[in-house]
């Protein structure tokens, strides 16, 4: 990996970390999803949501199922780096892709 | 971006189900062609779900006290095509509609059409563009990225404005109201969309994993 491989990397690394600490201050509050709803519901007063969540979470619940989302996300990129730096070492080829 | 259950009304659900549809046929048409061509297809593949699941777990604070998160969906794009994202984006959104209550199954039509649709088609389309003009290739990824995700969130506001359109000045003036509330969290985090694609995909290069027009 080059220097600016390295910088780049550095830097994601950096944000991951400064997400995932505010993350936990600031919950799912205040989140745009949710101002988008209140003023969907200011533009439209009379409208009544016709469905349900499956399943609502409380705050704590919805915490651990977001770093549930996130570590399976981590531990799979993990595995298929894994297996590629193998396949690589062992000079395997490797399709690239562009595709449509 | 993704609007809640019940939010659309039945026959905008409906509708943007039946635009989603014809576009994940033919991604899992793509995919599972692909998937057959190539050995390398299925870490291309995990590497792009993994992304995408990774990333659009993560909330972002924002100025004025808002959050939001990035979407993960130009590095599928540039991976395996805009095509297969449109298989990939729906699995991530049904997995936050059933357990977050984030999103929802009536909405997974709009949602698709947002994230996994318009999103890797405009990230893909600018990344292309960028290079044939003579762009770095990384330059031409991270702008891919961040319009892409920028894109993305300019659909869910025009979704929500054909549904909710002000009273005022009708279904502009919604758009411009529901893309003032996204914009504030967006654009900071189409930056960091950028940059984490672009690592990701230098990551991958490493390894083998690379685009076919060369490392970004």
Redesign the interface.
């Known amino acids: 990996?080059d220097a600016r491989?390295v910088g780049?990397?550095a830097?994601?690394a950096l944000?991951?970390a400064a997400?995932?600490l505010?993350?936990s201050?600031?919950?799912?509050?205040?989140?745009?999803?949710e101002?988008?709803?209140a003023?969907?519901t200011a533009?439209?007063p009379g409208?009544v949501?016709?469905?349900?969540?499956?399943?609502?979470?409380d705050k704590t619940q919805?915490t651990v199922?977001?770093?549930l989302?996130?570590v399976?996300?981590?531990?799979?990129?993990g595995?298929?780096?894994v297996?590629?730096?193998r396949?690589?070492r062992r000079g395997?080829?490797?399709?690239?892709?562009?595709?449509? | 971006?993704?609007?809640?259950?019940?939010?659309l009304?039945?026959s905008h659900a409906a509708a943007w189900t039946v635009v989603a549809a014809p576009f994940v046929g033919y991604g899992m048409r793509?995919l599972s062609r692909?998937a057959a061509?190539?050995?390398?297809?299925p870490?291309?593949l995990?590497?792009s779900?993994?992304?995408?699941?990774?990333?659009?777990?993560?909330?972002?604070?924002s100025v004025?006290?808002?959050?939001?998160h990035p979407t993960g969906c130009a590095l599928g794009a540039?991976?395996?095509?805009?095509?297969?994202m449109a298989v990939l984006g729906p699995i991530v959104l049904l997995?936050?509609?059933?357990?977050?209550?984030?999103g929802?199954?009536?909405t997974l039509g709009a949602n698709t059409v947002a994230m996994a649709i318009v999103g890797p088609w405009t990230s893909?389309g600018v990344w292309?563009l960028v290079q044939r003009v003579g762009g770095a290739p990384g330059v031409a990824a991270g702008l891919g990225a961040a319009i892409g995700v920028l894109a993305t969130y300019a659909t869910?506001?025009a979704q929500?404005a054909l549904?909710?359109?002000?009273?005022a000045s009708g279904i502009a003036g919604?758009f411009v109201?529901?893309a003032g509330?996204?914009a504030?969290?967006?654009l900071p985090l189409s930056v960091?969309e950028a940059?984490?694609t672009?690592?990701?995909l230098?990551?991958?290069a490493?390894?083998?994993?690379?685009?076919?027009?060369g490392r970004a």
């Open positions: 990996m491989s780049l990397v830097c994601a944000i991951l997400i995932a505010n993350t201050e600031t919950g799912v509050t205040g989140d745009a999803d101002r988008a709803q003023l969907a533009l439209a409208y949501p016709w469905a349900r969540p499956v399943l609502e979470p919805e199922f977001f770093r989302q996130t399976t996300g981590m531990v799979l990129f595995v298929v780096l297996i590629a730096g396949r690589s395997a080829p490797h399709a690239s892709a562009a595709r449509r | 971006m993704h609007i809640a259950e019940g939010f009304p039945v793509r692909d061509a190539s050995p390398s297809a870490l291309l995990g590497a779900g993994a992304f995408t699941l990774l990333l659009s777990s993560l909330k972002l604070p004025g006290g808002s959050s939001s540039y991976l395996c095509g805009p095509a297969v997995f936050q509609a059933l357990l977050l209550a984030h929802g199954l009536t893909w292309r869910t506001a929500l549904a909710f359109p002000d009273p919604g109201k529901f509330i996204f504030v969290t967006q960091v940059l984490l672009v690592a990701a230098n990551v991958l490493v390894r083998g994993l690379g685009v076919a027009h």
